[in-house]
């Protein structure tokens, strides 16, 4: 009986020391909160940029870092991806953008606001974590708008180019 104790004492101790241990050098995990800045930006990044390297994702959490700077934009991550001009009323009764009044095109596309690749979306999710924890250099030059190299908004001709990123074009 005794050495039944004693091996419980043991097999406590053990684990007591490594939940102790787990707890301690484990990395931190948070909550997701799809209503935080990181999450917004990293769904920015994410359906904006997912097929861009580095310097393309950093250069779209750029232009909203930009315009949360100036006085022409919300001054918040989710307010300034979230801008839209119109919203319409679907016929189950949900308020929606309305399709092309939005800022950032995959908002009102109609299309799942649902990341899919669970890959890029983990990259984008760390590198909108990191973008709003430390400082960046601004590669865009203080861009506040970018299009695919595929189209010409009517708005490009009366703006400066910036930089050109893969097949983004940034202009300030």
Not at 157 to 165: Q, R, S
Request: proline share 4%.
């Amino acid at each position: 009986m005794f050495q039944d104790f004693r091996t419980t004492i043991i097999w406590f101790v053990i684990g007591l020391t490594l939940g102790f241990t787990m707890g301690v050098f484990s990395p931190k995990v948070y909550a997701s909160d799809p209503n935080n800045d990181a999450y917004c930006l990293a769904k920015n990044i994410y359906f904006e940029a997912g097929n861009q390297p580095l310097a393309g994702k950093l250069a779209v959490a750029h232009v909203v870092k930009n315009r949360m700077e100036s006085w022409q934009f919300p001054d918040t991550y989710c307010d300034v991806i979230y801008e839209t001009k119109e919203w319409r009323t679907s016929w189950t009764g949900n308020v929606i953008p309305k399709l092309g009044m939005c800022q950032f095109s995959w908002f009102c596309d109609g299309k799942s606001d649902e990341p899919k690749d669970s890959k890029t979306w983990e990259v984008c999710l760390q590198i909108a974590q990191s973008f709003i924890k430390e400082e960046q250099i601004d590669i865009t030059e203080g861009a506040m708008w970018y299009h695919a190299d595929y189209i010409l908004p009517y708005w490009a001709k009366h703006l400066n180019e910036t930089v050109y990123i893969n097949n983004h074009i940034f202009y300030k």
